[in-house]
């Protein structure tokens, strides 16, 4: 039972058992004048009567159950099969934690195993780790692993200011006391191919995104044979779901792919628990922190799972270890690998095709109000900038409180130079009805 009340002699026989005769007494230690301050706590209440409060109080709460939403900046409503749901709450994996003992984790490793296969395939990667906590800290490794490549010998990251911007915070938390110069994230002026101008002999990697914050995608051709002219890694942040229709990182010379995996089967969950994909070349494998599952034969010639390079520094010389993370979002992870089995590569385009129509018709339909502004010239995805002829925060007030609509993120609030900007998501749940009452809703609170 979640609540178990006591009876007046259970409760004396369990101070009995400690040798005490009232509550009181196990507050001794406390000073007297802080003893028992003085408290206006509501009456003692019921299970029933709890239940119903709680449910009383979160049903103030808005939810996309009742609500459109055109959010996204990072974290993305996407449909999520029924599948999904119903393999990640097996006890068998809803339970399990770490699968050091192969010979009774084989359905753990062998699903983490798929995992990271699939991953490879989406990103054009040759090795996946089986995660990290989300896409910024996959990120900030992404980094150490750049400048462990290096040997060190190189103490600059070029970093695109079109990077999610709290990406690129974790990535200065996570290398404070590196002694690292990080670079290019102050202009918004700055495209990914005139960074190349800030990549010299002492830059450990260029790191760009695509589709970038702003949801434009970016000309990355030939940015990895300018990268590697120099010396320095190619990093790619992607969304995984642009993979379906756009070109992988590393079909144009990416060195390491990392990113958010929410939108692969996993709902918004209130922002998390999310989880960060890692892709790089097999060169950078003894680099890579975390997990990594492989296949091997048993002594009688079948197929098995084990956890492979765990001899590596991470596991056994923590002081020469590149990074100490060792864990990773287990049940994310399946839930992506669950996803992206179940839609296979057609699902994974018709899903990508749908974001991409359903987010150019909101945006030629916004920009045809004549009240906003929409840049139409630059390719995008499923996210897309619109200058607002008010404060962003009041428009997305009147979208909420009298259209039951979640308007889109605030550019200013990250962007100086973008006040008064807003970033809009249209994903595959969005319907076009949806789409038109948005355009609609636009349109009255415009003034």
Known sequence: MTYVPHTDAERKEMLARIGVQHIEDLFESVPATHRFPETRLPRPLSEMEIMAELQALSQRNDSLLHISSFLGAGAYQHWVPSVVNYV????????????????????????????????????????SNASHYDGATSLAEAVIMAESATRGRRRKVVLSPMVHPEYREVVRTYTQGMDLTIVGDDSLALDAHQLMGLVDD???????????????????????????????????????????????????????????????????????????????????????AGR????????????GYVLTLSTREQHIRRERA?????????????????????????GLAK???????????????IAETGFYEVDLTQPFFNEFVVRCPRPVDE?????????????????GLV?????????????????????????????????
């Not at 990093?235 to 958010?260: M, T, Y």
């Not at 899903?351 to 339909?365: D, E, G, T």
């Not at 428009?395 to 550019?411: K, M, T």
């Open 351 to 365: 899903i990508a095709q749908l974001n991409y129509h359903k987010a150019h018709y909101a945006a030629s339909a």
């Open 322 to 346: 590149t990074s100490n993370i060792c864990t990773n979002q287990g049940l994310m992870a399946l839930a992506a690998g669950v996803y992206l089995a179940a839609l296979g590569k057609c």
């Open 202 to 288: 002492q830059t450990a990697c260029l790191i760009v995104q695509t589709p970038d914050f702003l949801g434009h995608i970016p000309d990355l051709t030939d940015l990895a044979k300018e990268a590697h002219s120099r010396g320095a890694l190619l990093v790619v942040a992607c969304n995984p779901i642009s993979l379906g229709l756009l070109q992988s990182p590393g079909a144009f010379g990416a060195d390491i792919v990392c990113g958010e995996g929410q939108p692969l089967g996993n709902g918004l969950n209130f922002g998390g628990p999310y989880l960060g994909f890692f892709a790089c070349r097999q060169e950078h494998v003894r680099r890579m």
């Open 415 to 447: 962007y100086s130079e973008l006040e008064n900007h807003m970033l809009l998501c249209v994903t595959e749940v969005n319907t076009r009805e949806q789409i038109d009452a948005l355009v609609d809703a636009l349109a009255e609170v415009a003034g």
């Open 88 to 127: 990640t709450s097996r006890s068998e994996f809803l339970t399990a934690y770490t699968p050091y003992q192969p010979e009774v984790s084989q359905g753990t490793l062998q699903a983490i195993f798929e995992y990271q296969t699939m991953i490879c395939e989406l990103v054009g990667m040759e090795v």
């Open 395 to 411: 428009i997305n007030y009147e979208l909420l409180h009298y259209h039951a609509i979640q308007g889109g993120f605030d550019l």
């Open 292 to 303: 990594l599952v492989g296949q091997t034969v048993d002594v009688h010639g079948r197929v």
